[in-house]
């Protein structure tokens, strides 16, 4: 169960999630943690993306990050751009005993168009998004390249493209992966009414080859459809961040459900309040018949872009809505920038959160876990202690079988001379 930006999968039989770690690295270089919560004994550990893409346009470790199992990505972002000719590339790590051991580098076939832009794992299988890569027809449409793992080596044995390879179009924005099907977002895709309304591709594997399953495209004309994606089985949602249908930039998120090879559009997910520029569905996350979806930059309680959490829950055919705050939260923090879910543990990310001033000169960034098993359960803030360094934290978060994996985006400089950790406890 796999989400743009965030994962889903099963936890095992442990309690709840119990401390995150952050370290930060030189420079424009980032990092990201993954930490494993499966007693009071829980640790973590941070890990690092290869520093050679490192960039004068600037790389972000960590710009998207994904977990399965034993098998971990983290992605070296590059600013990217229609004109971007630096790569970024994707780190592979596996569960090794006690710790986490980097065996991999994912790199592009060519140069340039934001590899790493997001990434996503299932079992053997990778899918990294490249939003501006350049095709033939000479528009920088982007694509998605599948990565597989045979005898425990990594394979690059598809590049997905979209239909229209003419102009932006920004397909490999939103990937995500499970059990043979593939679904990868393009926001910028041109409505056939015109403007940049956004569409989503559905390729499965068979016999070895990808193949296009299905366009879906929005009902009405709902800009950046295809920003966020994620994909539980034969259950797809897609957000819309910016959809217009009843405020500029409020948001919506979108159910299909595949029967056969079609794929049908059974719900509409959305506040109960849609609000100019909320961004309803920036982040979303999809687990059995729980969705959870971020709504960053949504006023409210907390105050102007405080943002929230939705957690919407599937019975007897009808979805039920939940709207969760920050407890602690305050104007621009961004909380549910993102999200992810395991079974009843749900993780929210607030960008901007725990900051007095919000700059790129100010560290920044808190992690919240949602025990749903727990009657009346708030989000819980994980406490960040002696953080000094500037970076943008929880910008991406995943979490499966007990662990959770957090970035931290370097996007400033740095004088520090060594590395740090700050821990997170409850």
Same mark, same amino acid.
């Given at each position: 169960m796999i989400a743009s930006g965030g994962t889903s999968g099963d936890r095992g039989d442990d309690s709840s999630l119990l401390a995150v770690a952050r370290r930060d690295l030189l420079h424009t270089m @980032? %990092?990201?943690?993954?930490?494993?919560?499966?007693?009071?004994?829980?640790?973590?550990?941070?890990? *690092?993306?290869?520093?050679?893409?490192?960039?004068?346009? @600037? %790389?972000?470790?960590?710009?998207?990050?994904?977990?399965?199992?034993?098998?971990?990505?983290?992605? *070296?972002?590059?600013?990217?751009?229609?004109?971007?000719?630096e790569s970024g590339t994707v780190a592979v790590y596996r569960a090794a005993g006690s710790g986490w051991k980097r065996t991999a580098t994912l790199t592009p076939e060519t140069t340039g168009g934001g590899f790493g832009d997001s990434v996503t794992v299932d079992g053997s299988t990778v899918v990294v998004g490249s939003g501006y890569h350049e095709h033939a027809a000479g528009g920088a449409a982007g694509s998605a390249t599948v990565f597989t793992r045979t005898a425990g080596t990594w394979d690059r044995t598809r590049t997905l493209t979209p239909t229209a390879t003419a102009g932006l179009v920004q397909f490999g924005a939103a990937v995500a992966v499970d059990d043979g099907t593939a679904v990868v977002g393009a926001p910028q895709a041109r409505h056939p009414e015109g403007g940049r309304t956004g569409s989503v591709d559905l390729f499965t594997l068979s016999n070895g080859t990808w193949n296009r399953e299905t366009t879906l495209v929005p009902v009405t004309e709902r800009e950046r459809f295809g920003h966020s994606v994620a994909l539980d089985s034969d259950v797809a949602i897609v957000g819309a961040r910016a959809d217009r249908s009843t405020v500029e930039d409020s948001g919506v998120v979108c159910v299909f459900r595949r029967s056969g090879h079609r794929w049908r559009r059974t719900a509409r997910l959305a506040p109960e309040r849609t609000g100019r520029d909320d961004r309803f569905g920036e982040a979303i996350a999809i687990d059995g018949s729980t969705v959870v979806v971020g709504a960053p930059s949504e006023t409210n309680a907390n105050g102007s872009n405080a943002g929230a959490a939705y957690v919407f829950t599937r019975a007897g055919g009808r979805w039920r809505r939940r709207k969760y705050l920050a407890p602690d939260g305050s104007s621009d923090e961004r909380f549910g920038t993102s999200v992810a879910v395991s079974d009843e543990t749900v993780v929210i990310g607030a960008e901007f959160g725990g900051r007095a001033e919000h700059t790129d000169q100010q560290p920044g960034g808190t992690i919240y876990v949602l025990d749903r098993r727990r009657s009346g359960a708030v989000p819980t803030a994980l406490d960040r202690r002696g953080q000094t360094t500037p970076t943008h934290l929880a910008t991406a978060v995943a979490t499966a079988d007990g662990s959770v994996l957090v970035n931290a985006d370097g996007r400033t400089h740095s004088t520090q001379t060594s590395d740090y950790m700050d821990v997170f406890e409850p």
């Open positions: @980032g %990092a990201a943690t993954i930490f494993s919560g499966r007693s009071a004994a829980a640790k973590s550990e941070a890990v *690092t993306a290869s520093s050679e893409s490192s960039s004068e346009n @600037g %790389a972000h470790v960590g710009g998207a990050v994904d977990l399965d199992g034993d098998t971990a990505l983290v992605s *070296t972002r590059v600013v990217a751009g229609p004109t971007t000719t």
